[in-house]
């Protein structure tokens, strides 16, 4: 079973430039999470989607966050402008249709700097 | 409000030895707990989860983690670290309240020395 597919796994932006992370979840997995993970800190959620609809995104940064799912499958996460503070690395994670007991299966993660 | 806190930033124990990491946390309804690991430049990865019923509960690599309500606590252990356990390790909660919003703890980097 493949697994969670982020991309790009590095990138370095300079700040008020824009960037977009794409996710690809399991296959099958309705449930799909963006997570930002700043260094020494757990991973703290942005945004959840149920197939391509937001559960929650009561953490998202909505005036440079955005985030949509098409179709129910991919995911991209867009950050604009940035900002210093956004440097993090940022998980993607899916799991099946949304119980609260299924555990999530994360991506690599993107890592990015904002000089 | 949900919350989950590692009191440890790292955990350092010899090789074949027992370990513990600690984590307590606190919702508003039953929750649901998970453990995950994360090794260098990789995602996470579970390791185990409580939902209900037996307070021991086991996963991956040996690892067990035990449910204790009456002091809300979710403690991470193994009976025997291996140098190849040191990583860094978080655990999460969820409430049945609705959401599922999952809250991770800061993380424990646990070390075991050869």
């Known amino acids: 079973e493949a697994g969670v597919a982020q991309s790009p796994r590095y990138k370095i932006i300079e700040k008020r430039q824009s960037v977009a992370f794409w996710c690809n979840p399991i296959?099958?997995?309705?449930?799909l999470y963006w997570y930002q993970q700043i260094l020494g800190q757990g991973p703290k959620l942005l945004i959840q989607?149920?197939?391509?609809?937001?559960?929650?995104d009561s953490q998202l940064p909505k005036d440079r966050f955005s985030a949509e799912r098409l179709k129910g499958v991919d995911s991209t996460l867009k950050i604009q402008p940035a900002k210093l503070e956004d440097s993090a690395v940022y998980l993607c994670?899916?799991?099946?249709?949304?119980?609260?007991?299924?555990?999530?299966?994360f991506g690599p993660g993107t890592r990015l700097t904002v000089l | 409000a949900q919350s989950v806190a590692q009191p440890e930033d790292q955990v350092n124990v010899a090789e074949g030895n027992p370990l513990t990491v600690k984590c307590t946390y606190s919702v508003s309804g039953n929750p649901y707990l998970f453990w995950y690991v994360q090794y260098p430049n990789r995602g996470l990865q579970f390791l185990l989860k409580y939902i209900t019923g037996d307070n021991l509960v086991k996963g991956s690599y040996g690892f067990e983690a035990e449910f204790n309500k009456s002091q809300t606590s979710f403690h991470l252990k193994k009976p025997s670290a291996l140098v190849s356990d040191s990583a860094l390790y978080f655990c999460a909660v969820r409430d049945d309240t609705g959401g599922f919003k999952t809250i991770f703890g800061a993380g424990t980097r646990l070390f075991v020395k050869a």
């Open positions: 296959s099958g997995h309705a449930t």
């Open positions: 989607f149920q197939n391509n609809g937001v559960v929650d």
């Open positions: 994670a899916s799991s099946p249709v949304g119980q609260g007991y299924n555990e999530q299966f």
